[in-house]
Nanobody
Framework: QVQLVESGGGLVQAGGSLRLSCAAS????????MGWFRQAPGREREFVSA????????AYAESVKGRFTISRDNAKNTVYLQMNSLKPEDTAVYYC??????????????????????WGQGTQVTVSS
């Protein structure tokens, strides 16, 4: 059974850092595009970052560019999101996502929720002011 399990969320003060991890199991994700999304209360789930399976391409939402960094370790079947200079508006549940349909080339970085077919359960990130 395919599973994505996020970890690393928590409470942090504005300006602080957190590193989220997403451990994948049930299959090898080395040929799959991976992404991070977030959802704040009362808002729709939004794109945060994505990384192609070749690891050479990444994409970021404008709101996190320069502060967040996505990476992946295919040997560990894990994708990471390093979040620095956190702001209160970054508070949300963060979700890891994978697309296993093999429709993306290695450099492509899907950014829409309907472009992913597997999702984790989410991890809460709360940034206090």
């Amino acid at each position: 059974q395919v599973q994505l399990v996020e970890s690393g969320g928590g409470l942090v003060q504005a300006g602080g850092s957190l590193r989220l991890s997403c451990a994948a199991s049930g299959r090898t994700f080395s040929n799959d595009a991976m992404g991070w999304f977030r959802q704040a209360p009362g808002r729709e789930r939004e794109f945060v970052s994505a990384i192609g399976w070749s690891r050479t391409s990444t994409a970021y939402a404008e709101s996190v560019k320069g502060r967040f960094t996505i990476s992946r370790d295919n040997a560990k079947n894990t994708v990471y999101l390093q979040m620095n200079s956190l702001k209160p508006e970054d508070t949300a549940v963060y979700y890891c996502a994978a697309d296993t349909t093999a429709r993306w080339k290695g450099w492509e970085t899907p950014t829409r929720t309907n472009e992913y077919n597997y999702w984790g359960q989410g991890t809460q990130v709360t940034v206090s002011s």
